[in-house]
Antibody, heavy 120, light 110 residues
Framework: EVKLLESGGGLVQPGGSLRLSCAASGFTFADFYMSWIRQSPGKAPEWLSFIRNKANSYTTEYNPSVKGRFTISRDDTQNVLYLQMNTLRAEDTAIYYC???????????WGQGVMVTVSS | DIVLTQAPLSVSVTPGESASISCRSSKSLLSSKGITSLYWYLQKPGKSPQLLIYRMSNLASGVPDRFSGSGSETDFTLKISKVETEDVGVYYCAQFLEFTFGSGTKLEIK
């Protein structure tokens, strides 16, 4: 069974930083593209970033809304996906999900999400 | 930018009846590889989104065949036949040429 478990969320002041982690299990993590998506309360999901697998040189893509502030990375030895978030703003407040490709789409499987609140 | 417009905003359905949700794209979602890059997700109350339909008309693993997807290059429909109480939630279409989601359609049971 595919499991994705996010952690690292919480309350942070504007301008601060946070690193999210996503622990994966139940599939061959190294083989698949991985993504981060966020969802503000009552809003549609917003794709943030994805990272390709080793076969595709771990290349990354970002939503322009976070490019230059957020960095996605992965550790295939530990089956963990990361999202480093810098210069956080109030509008970054949301539930952050990690998602994995499963052969159907980039977002076949989703974690339960972790809340990030940016407020003074 | 590709914009997805969903309609209606919400729909109320009697169990056993059918429901249809529309998703219109501002640009063609037919990729150079001949794939129509339109996906449907359901977010049940308090849960993460789950994949229902991929590449416009293909049922994801484990999804009941009461769900079906159809469309053209810019106009798409998700149909749910014989709606059940477990189908309650918000339905999102999504396109993977630029990775955006529609604004969602809330399905409620009468």
């Amino acid at each position: 069974e595919v499991k994705l478990l996010e952690s690292g969320g919480g309350l942070v002041q504007p301008g601060g930083s946070l690193r999210l982690s996503c622990a994966a299990s139940g599939f061959t993590f190294a083989d698949f593209y991985m993504s981060w998506i966020r969802q503000s309360p009552g809003k549609a999901p917003e794709w943030l970033s994805f990272i390709r697998n080793k076969a595709n040189s771990y290349t990354t893509e970002y939503n322009p809304s976070v490019k230059g502030r957020f960095t996605i990375s992965r550790d295939d030895t530990q089956n963990v996906l990361y999202l480093q978030m810098n210069t956080l703003r109030a509008e970054d407040t949301a539930i952050y999900y990690c998602a994995s490709d499963g052969g159907y789409s980039l977002f076949d499987y989703w974690g339960q999400g972790v809340m990030v609140t940016v407020s003074s | 930018d590709i914009v997805l417009t969903q309609a209606p905003l919400s729909v109320s359905v009697t169990p056993g009846e059918s429901a249809s949700i529309s998703c219109r794209s501002s640009k063609s979602l037919l990729s150079s590889k001949g794939i129509t890059s339109l996906y449907w997700y359901l977010q049940k109350p308090g849960k993460s989104p789950q994949l229902l339909i991929y590449r416009m008309s293909n049922l994801a693993s484990g999804v009941p065949d009461r769900f079906s997807g159809s469309g053209s290059e810019t106009d798409f429909t998700l149909k749910i036949s014989k709606v059940e109480t477990e189908d309650v939630g918000v339905y999102y279409c999504a396109q993977f040429l630029e990775f955006t989601f529609g604004s969602g359609t809330k399905l409620e049971i009468k």
